[in-house]
């Protein structure tokens, strides 16, 4: 099946900074999506992205479908954006996911 | 705000007895699914639904069964709840149908002892 890597699994960062996050998916796949789960446990999709870029405030992702890669752009970090981000790959009906990246962004 | 409530949001009960998590929507989508989320993990999938009486399996399926009798809502029962069942459950919906955005409830923190 569908294997999803993420990296780091960990990032502090200080406020204002940048960052970028990356998901490795190693098959073929029609459906990619990107989550944040904040300190509290909630689950927001930030973006539904299978192929090319989109942005969304200060964030960003870009997907490479032929090269089985998407990453995250986080511009500016915020305390609020602290979490842990979520990337899932797959078909249409079943989502395979990564085991996250940790962001910390410290004041 | 995709209108998802889970109940209950936390329970705690013992080896052997059943749980049944309810998943409640207020917009008629006809995609749900049921996850789970342990530590230092992603989540992953228990079932699906994608109608009334229509249901599949997930990756982890064994020890669980759902029911879906009416639009909005999907019930995940646990027959005989074992320990390893102890986790974070969620729900969610896919409001365009199949590949596209899922939204998901608040989630449900089930201990077993």
């Known amino acids: 099946g569908i294997q999803v890597e993420q990296s780091p699994p960990d990032l502090i960062l200080q406020e204002g900074a940048n960052s970028t996050l990356r998901c490795n998916f190693s098959d073929s796949v029609n459906n990619l999506q990107w989550f944040h789960q904040n300190p509290w446990g909630q689950l927001i999709n930030l973006f539904y992205i299978p192929s090319g870029t989109k942005q969304n405030g200060r964030l960003s992702a870009t997907t490479v479908a032929t090269e089985r890669y998407s990453l995250l752009y986080i511009s500016s970090s915020q305390t609020t954006d602290s979490g842990v981000y979520f990337c899932?790959?797959?078909?249409?009906?079943?989502?395979?996911w990564g085991a996250g990246t940790k962001l910390i962004i410290k004041p | 705000d995709a209108g998802i409530t889970q109940s209950p949001r936390h329970k705690v009960t013992e080896t052997g007895t059943p749980v049944t998590l309810r998943c409640h929507q207020t917009e008629n989508h006809r995609y749900m699914y049921w996850y789970r989320q342990d530590p230092g993990h992603g989540l992953r999938l228990i079932h699906y639904s994608y109608g009334v009486k229509d249901t599949d399996k997930g990756e982890v399926s064994d020890g669980y069964s759902v029911s879906r009798s009416k639009t909005e809502d999907f019930l995940l029962t646990l027959e005989s709840a074992t320990s390893s069942q102890t986790s974070v459950y969620f729900c969610?919906?896919?409001?365009?149908?199949?590949?596209?955005?899922?939204?998901f409830g608040p989630g449900t923190r089930l201990t077993v002892l």
């Open positions: 899932a790959s797959g078909g249409n009906y079943q989502l395979i």
């Open positions: 969610a919906i896919n409001p365009a149908g199949g590949g596209d955005t899922q939204y």
